[in-house]
């Protein structure tokens, strides 16, 4: 966590060295994200979708553009992952995994003031908790508990997202709607109690960011 706190620092800094020269715009952005896991529990077995959960999640967001149409952000997301399995009597287990996650994006932009935008790049993310919020049957083949002290699931999460969304211009204000996409490369797993994991989320939010540098090219007008 404090190597991810320190990254995030070093991109406001710089961010302040630049501030003469390109538009930075700060704000939230919230809503909710759907997550699941998918797994073989053995080598060569099937891999194995397991249905996910749905929760809230919240980011502080700092953009920046050195250009109209092309910049760059930073977000310090809150977000919750998980999963669950149910069986043929309606038993189920659940895990949920709390991230303190911060998304590096690339941003370009279509439009002047209302604009498309697609935004790339890359994630990292420390876990703040893990709760197995229902466990009510045992059986083999299952995920297993990540909410116990023995588990001692790992910290660190790291991946790839991409999203797409429209937003509007109204002075300094941005608002805009997104749908991300984030697949995960790393895994809870650290006693090889299962041969391969992986995890994948949606999220729909809403972003409002307010300019508070205004940009080189206006300034040259």
């Given at each position: 966590?404090?190597?991810t706190l320190?990254?995030?620092?070093?991109?406001?800094?710089?961010?302040?060295?630049?501030?003469a020269?390109?538009?930075?715009?700060v704000g939230?952005r919230?809503?909710?994200s759907?997550s699941?896991?998918s797994y073989?529990f053995t080598p060569?077995?099937?891999t194995?979708?397991?249905?996910?959960?749905?929760a809230?999640?919240y980011?502080?967001?700092?953009e920046?553009?050195?250009?109209?149409n092309?910049g760059?952000?930073?977000?310090?997301?809150y977000?919750?992952?998980?999963?669950?399995?149910?069986?043929?009597l309606?038993?189920?287990?659940?895990?949920?995994l709390?991230?303190?996650k911060?998304?590096?994006m690339s941003?370009?932009y279509f439009g002047n003031k209302?604009?498309?935008h697609?935004?790339?790049?890359?994630?990292?993310g420390?876990l703040l908790?893990?709760?197995?919020?229902?466990r009510?049957y045992?059986?083999?083949g299952?995920?297993?508990?990540?909410g116990r002290v023995?588990d001692?699931p790992r910290?660190l999460?790291?991946?790839?997202?991409?999203g797409?969304?429209?937003?509007?211009l109204f002075?300094?204000?941005t608002l805009?709607?997104?749908v991300?996409?984030?697949?995960?490369?790393?895994?809870?797993?650290?006693?090889d109690?299962i041969?391969d994991?992986?995890s994948?989320?949606?999220?729909?939010?809403l972003?409002?960011?307010?300019q508070?540098?205004k940009p080189?090219?206006?300034?040259?007008k």
């Amino acid at each position: 966590m404090r190597n991810t706190l320190v990254l995030f620092f070093i991109f406001i800094a710089s961010l302040i060295s630049e501030s003469a020269y390109a538009q930075t715009s700060v704000g939230f952005r919230g809503g909710y994200s759907v997550s699941n896991y998918s797994y073989r529990f053995t080598p060569g077995a099937r891999t194995t979708r397991s249905p996910g959960i749905t929760a809230p999640t919240y980011s502080f967001v700092i953009e920046q553009f050195l250009a109209k149409n092309a910049g760059a952000q930073i977000e310090l997301q809150y977000i919750q992952l998980g999963y669950t399995q149910r069986d043929t009597l309606d038993r189920t287990n659940q895990t949920r995994l709390d991230y303190l996650k911060v998304p590096f994006m690339s941003n370009f932009y279509f439009g002047n003031k209302g604009r498309f935008h697609i935004k790339l790049g890359t994630h990292f993310g420390y876990l703040l908790n893990a709760s197995d919020t229902q466990r009510e049957y045992e059986a083999s083949g299952l995920l297993p508990t990540y909410g116990r002290v023995e588990d001692s699931p790992r910290r660190l999460l790291y991946g790839l997202s991409a999203g797409a969304g429209l937003s509007k211009l109204f002075g300094k204000s941005t608002l805009a709607g997104e749908v991300r996409f984030s697949y995960d490369f790393s895994r809870p797993e650290t006693q090889d109690r299962i041969f391969d994991m992986t995890s994948t989320n949606l999220e729909f939010t809403l972003s409002y960011l307010f300019q508070i540098i205004k940009p080189k090219w206006q300034n040259q007008k």
